[in-house]
């Protein structure tokens, strides 16, 4: 028997780990990511279940105090029991579930925040693994070239063709290239694996090679203010303002007693052992503060939302200049900068290979070209970072 569980135990967690190995190898998608990052988000949980606490608490709104039972002796003769229950009016109890269930709505707003920030982070990591690749592959094809010309360089020293200076400044631009790789492979597997520490998952995922000739076009407006995540949250802490402000006036409405209480000798009827009482709120000034502190709080509040609306507007316009900005250079690169790179790198090529140029000018211009190059990366993954922070303050992702 113990066989048995021990083998299938092992078949579990082997098939466990080889669907783990073969998830991470496969190339996934941002959505894929996001969802994976969603499912496994302690912080989502933990979200819901404010929720549901928020949610188990309006019962309790609508609760009376318990009764209270006496067993005393009124005539100094004999004992007697007595019950008597004490509640509110049904205003009282109205506004204190309003209240609760603005709190659930403030709940729900704030996991719409942590939803929304992570879908952000989990986009920005995989966008920059995207990048890195490319920016990697850019790398290496430059470095393959730059490795090649420094063995040729040391082949024409050897013959005295080039003197040490040549060499040298060969050997340098190829070990300069080889550090730079060496650096971008890092950035990759970092950002790989913060991705999959965001999905849940110890192994770092594959990512989509990223297609740098298609551009995501830019947003015409800003968004709608009013739905940002932020202010949103803003907005539904008025409400709640409000509503603590309809408890505090329910809260001057009086309170009522009914019960048993028998005060007679046991022939005593019924009706006489009866009894009623109100609880009247005589004392305005305690009540009139706090109404007036509550609806302190709920301008407050407010106040805190206008804020919230001109700091997302604010950063709003600067995430859509930014795009503008580099939606701009990105044109520029690809309708002028970067031809003038390729041609000027089989130019220079071709002038090296006829013996036209030196080893010293050929690295030098080719550089440059290539530096070119690296900078139209960077270029567009600043253009999808202001892409990313716009849908992310909107609420959009």
């Not at 067993?71 to 007595?82: E, I, R, W």
């Not at 010309?149 to 013959?159: M, N």
């Not at 520029?332 to 003038?340: E, K, R, W």
Request: net charge positive; charged share 20%.
């Amino acid at each position: 028997m113990n066989t048995y569980w021990q083998k299938s135990a092992l078949t579990v967690g082997l098939g466990w780990v080889l669907s783990t190995c073969a998830w991470s190898q496969r190339t996934l998608t941002p959505e894929e990511a996001v969802e994976a990052a969603l499912k496994n988000s302690r912080a989502l949980k933990a979200s819901s279940l404010v929720i549901k606490q928020n949610e188990q608490l309006i019962r309790s709104t609508r609760a009376v105090p318990n009764p209270e039972l006496t067993f005393d002796s009124p005539t100094g003769v004999f004992y007697t029991l007595g019950v008597q229950q004490s509640f509110r009016l049904p205003t009282v109890y109205h506004q204190q579930a309003q209240l609760q269930q603005a709190y659930v709505g403030l709940a729900q707003k704030d996991q719409k925040i942590t939803e929304n920030e992570l879908k952000f982070r989990v986009k920005w990591t995989y966008l920059n693994a995207q990048f890195g690749q490319s920016y990697l592959r850019q790398l290496q094809s430059q470095d393959s070239a730059y490795a090649q010309i420094a063995i040729a360089a040391k082949r024409s020293f050897e013959v005295g063709t080039i003197d040490k200076l040549a060499l040298v400044f060969a050997e340098t631009q190829a070990a300069e290239l080889r550090n730079q790789v060496a650096m971008a492979s890092q950035e990759v597997i970092l950002q790989k694996n913060q991705l999959g520490i965001l999905m849940g998952n110890a192994l770092a995922p594959e990512v989509a090679v990223l297609p740098l000739d298609k551009i995501p076009l830019l947003m015409d407006t800003l968004g709608d203010v009013d739905s940002a995540p932020l202010v949103e949250m803003a907005k539904q802490m008025e409400v709640v303002g409000q509503k603590v402000v309809g408890v505090e006036k329910s809260s001057r409405l009086p309170s009522f007693v009914v019960g048993y209480y028998n005060q007679g000798t046991p022939e005593t009827r019924m009706g006489l052992r009866l009894r009623a009482g109100v609880s009247i709120p005589l004392w305005w000034g305690q009540y009139k503060s706090r109404i007036e502190a509550a609806q302190t709080a709920q301008e407050v509040a407010h106040e805190r939302t206008e804020s919230q609306k001109q700091l997302v507007s604010l950063d709003l316009q600067m995430a859509q200049n930014e795009a503008t900005k580099f939606k701009t250079s990105l044109a520029y690169y690809q309708s002028v900068a970067l031809p003038q790179a390729n041609t000027i790198i089989e130019t220079a090529r071709r002038f090296f290979e006829n013996g036209q140029t030196d080893y010293i000018n050929f690295l030098r211009t080719t550089n440059d070209a290539y530096t070119i190059k690296l900078r139209y990366i960077e270029t567009q993954r600043s253009y999808f970072q202001s892409i990313l922070t716009i849908q992310h303050l909107t609420g959009n992702l």
